[in-house]
């Protein structure tokens, strides 16, 4: 609960134009993207600002109709997400590395600096170590602990872990990876614990069926609006031109 209270000062106090003072471009921009939201436009991908998931904007939009056109109604939303991130970090650490290592490491989360950084910005990035965290616990809830009795629910922690995968693609472009590492860990399964993956086969397909449907609206706008994705194209300039010798 200490914690929590410090962390909660740390991503609160003096949130409203005091520390950053001002509001930023980019956070311009999202509230643009929110005020179309509130008048009616409603998308699952908004290619404003070089292309945003449209996950938090609805969040987002919520608190401008409800607070007003202000730096608090903006970055609230990111403040809240960032508190729930200690929150949820602390859960699922206790779940895998025990009571006192969720303590320490949840100490860290609530004072470090870039965690707090963009919790006191009005933007959606914070927001995918959240829903993908969530993800994370509850794909740990489905497997047994060392020396426990398997989870009779386990396949229903399985699906909501593949949702809430597929919901985290929603969130910034970096949830695009999110996928990549599930998929990593059900190949080294197959290779070195196949007697963990034939006991949970069901589990885990039924994960990414619910985390490919979840995803599916998104990659069908992506794969009809190439274009949509400028940013992507803009960051892997260097890339492609080290490509190209």
Request: no cysteine; charged share 10%; glycine share 8%.
């Amino acid at each position: 609960v200490l914690i929590l209270l410090l962390a909660a000062f740390l991503r609160v106090y003096g949130i409203n134009n005091m520390s950053p003072p001002g509001l930023e471009h980019d956070e311009v921009a999202n509230w643009l993207i929110d005020r179309a939201v509130l008048d009616g436009r409603l998308a699952i991908y908004f290619q404003e600002a070089y292309g945003h998931e449209a996950g938090f904007h609805y969040l987002q939009a919520a608190f401008v109709g409800l607070l007003g056109d202000h730096a608090l109604a903006l970055r609230l939303p990111a403040a809240l997400s960032g508190l729930l991130l200690v929150a949820v970090h602390y859960a699922l650490t206790r779940r895998l590395f025990g009571s006192t290592t969720a303590l320490l490491s949840a100490a860290l989360l609530a004072v470090l600096f870039w965690p707090i950084f963009y919790s006191r910005l009005g933007l959606r990035a914070v927001s995918l170590p959240l829903i993908s965290g969530l993800s994370l616990y509850a794909w740990w809830k489905a497997w047994p602990l060392p020396n426990k009795q398997p989870n009779p629910n386990s396949n229903r922690w399985f699906a909501l872990s593949g949702l809430l995968a597929g919901l985290a693609l929603y969130t910034y472009m970096a949830g695009r990876a999110v996928p990549i590492f599930y998929a990593l860990f059900v190949f080294y399964l197959l290779l070195f614990q196949r007697d963990l993956f034939k006991q949970h086969w069901r589990g885990i397909v039924l994960f990414w069926i619910l985390l490919i449907l979840a995803a599916l609206p998104l990659v069908v706008y992506l794969g009809a609006n190439p274009g949509a994705d400028f940013r992507i194209s803009e960051v892997d300039a260097p890339l492609r031109a080290l490509m190209a010798g």
